[in-house]
């Protein structure tokens, strides 16, 4: 991310003088005009979600920041927002903002931070028992990886919560990290993540509880990096960081597998987070994950910004080498194939917060996404006339997956998974990154539907209609497709949303290329008359393993389950617990709301779906 900051400026330096007219008049029948011909605020409600994470106005940035207030348990959702901004949360579920009209809780302009603030990470109780952020402070530009690195441009700078995290003063000292590590040519050092680990502390030097902090960055002509980082001496001050090495490297622009089931890794790291994981959650001695965004392609606009990012997740072992840790991944896989979904922010939710305590959940690991709403800047998308730019996606649980597959090629590929075991009776457990739309909001979309239509399954062999269709564009779809077999290459099933006369948008598995297309080159009729409306199609890898039948008999392809959040212009579909694909379908026309049934290339069975329409607005303060 981090140029669109750039962009937060300039469009917060338009806000102040844009005059909201928010006009009822638009014609949602018609063919639409040129959307950025029309009045400042008059798209306010066409694409605007309900039950996501976006400020009340204005460009979102990532997700960083967040942080259980110990004193409260409340959840604080914090994201880049004119410096960062951020809610709270009881319940995963609604928010409260921090501030009235989504104002930040910090700003640039200090001493430290002339031009930005970028993003941050939390110590729940850090100088004297408040909640400390640490914070990448910004002060010369151009920052990017093709270019030269300026030195002193970005630091790392400490503010402490006050008002209950209204605000966070910053301290009047310099930076507590002034530079990236001695003479070493970086492309970036952003984007501190805080976190506690007793594995770490027992690899070094049993140093137990102390606070680590990971940096994200690169080293020209050799690769991305993360830099580690340790509170030293466990100063209570949070002043003095030690730096113990690069416990991360990869050659710059390669890949975990050219098999594009993990992305590229990249020229540089950014958003780094890292974590400890078992099958119920977060579990400090589990295995070790990290979150990052590789940057790796050449900028199409402006010099700065990077258009293509992959979300990458990887977990791995880590050993130690001449006194140093160092990590080697095991696997690693796409956190999201969105081309707009970026910058993952995740946090230790602990089962002592309000939220878990509600739904009695186990500590958990969860992340919010970032969607951006003008591809990172790049896109002449009509962002005066919506008033508001990008938005957080559905936040996320994450865990360890198995699964039992059958010993083939397909699992002993290397890809986004691993084997964990080997069975010895023809089949492997296989361990994978498992991710959920947490479960509050996901039960509570079901439980606050204001109408759930449920659509008969089958087997069927060629499009067709739903018999009722969603009478609104936020909804959550759940369904299951089983494929018979997986030779027959011209195989795709799925479904057709926010489809009507005039445009539809196109969901489907396609066996050839084991991708889920999101078809979008219908999805909107403002395409053509607006620039920034981007159409393009996303896909991304999922693989249907061969899996053993109950009865003993011949293995049958994994059934693909899905499902599909519709959330005004947001769609985000996951499938199967370890994959998911988040976008944006502008879609134009009032009755582009039909769902339906999409097969071709042969015969597949439905389970029967169920549409739970309404979702939860996710902002009652807001509203009121
Ligand atoms: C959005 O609307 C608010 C008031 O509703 C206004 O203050 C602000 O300037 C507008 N911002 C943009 C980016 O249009
Ligand atoms: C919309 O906002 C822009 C930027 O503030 C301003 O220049 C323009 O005059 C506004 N347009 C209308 C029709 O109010
Ligand atoms: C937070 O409080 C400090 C000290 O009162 C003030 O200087 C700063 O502007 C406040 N920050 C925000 C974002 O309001
Ligand atoms: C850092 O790397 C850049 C890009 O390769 C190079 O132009 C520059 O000379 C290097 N700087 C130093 C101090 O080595
Ligand atoms: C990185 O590698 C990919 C795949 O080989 C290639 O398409 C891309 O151009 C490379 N990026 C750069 C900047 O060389
Ligand atoms: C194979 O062994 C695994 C692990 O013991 C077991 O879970 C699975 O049910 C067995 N599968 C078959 C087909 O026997
Ligand atoms: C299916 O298509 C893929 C990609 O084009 C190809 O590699 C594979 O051999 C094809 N499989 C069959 C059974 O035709
Ligand atoms: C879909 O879009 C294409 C290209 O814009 C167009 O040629 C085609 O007619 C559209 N199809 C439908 C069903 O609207
Ligand atoms: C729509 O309006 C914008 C702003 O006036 C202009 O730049 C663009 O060329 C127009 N697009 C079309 C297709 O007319
Ligand atoms: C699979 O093939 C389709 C074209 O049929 C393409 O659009 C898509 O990008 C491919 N999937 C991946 C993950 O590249
Ligand atoms: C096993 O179950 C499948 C359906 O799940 C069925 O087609 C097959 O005939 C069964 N095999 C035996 C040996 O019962
Ligand atoms: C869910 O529905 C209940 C009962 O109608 C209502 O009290 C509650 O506010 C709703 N929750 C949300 C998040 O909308």
Redesign the pocket.
Known sequence: MKLVSLFAVAVSALESQAITSRQDSINYNAAPPNLSTLANASLYDTWRPKAHVLPAYGPTGDPCMHYTDPATGLFHVGYLHEGASGATTDDLITYADLNPNSEPFIRAGGLNDPLFVFDGSVIEQGINGTPTLLYTSVSYLPIQWTV??VKGSETQSIAIATDGGRNFTKLAHGPVIPSPPF?V?VTGFRDPFVFQNAQFDHMLDRSEGAWYTMISGGV??QGPSFFLYRQYNRDPDFQNWEYLGQWWHEEANSTWTEGGWAGRWGFNFEVGNLFALDRDGYNPEGELFATLGGEWSYAPIVPQVSDNRDMIWAAGTQQLVEGQLKFEPTMAGKLDWGRSAYAAAGKHLPASSKASQKSGSPDRFITYLWLTGNLYGTLDFPTLQQNWTGSLLLPRELSVGYMNVVDNALSREKGSWRIATENGNGTLTLATLQQQVAREPLSAFRENATNVITQAGGRLSSRGPFQQSPQSKHYMLSASITFFTRSNNASRAGFSILSGPNEHTDIYYQLSNESIIIERTNTSAAASTTPGIDVRNEAGKLRLFDVPRRNGSEASVETLDLTIVVDGGIVEVHANDRFAISTWAWSWYEDSRDVGFIVEGGEVEFGDVTVWEGLVDAWPQRSA
Do not use: Q
């Open positions: 030269r690195y003479a040519n020209h002509d």
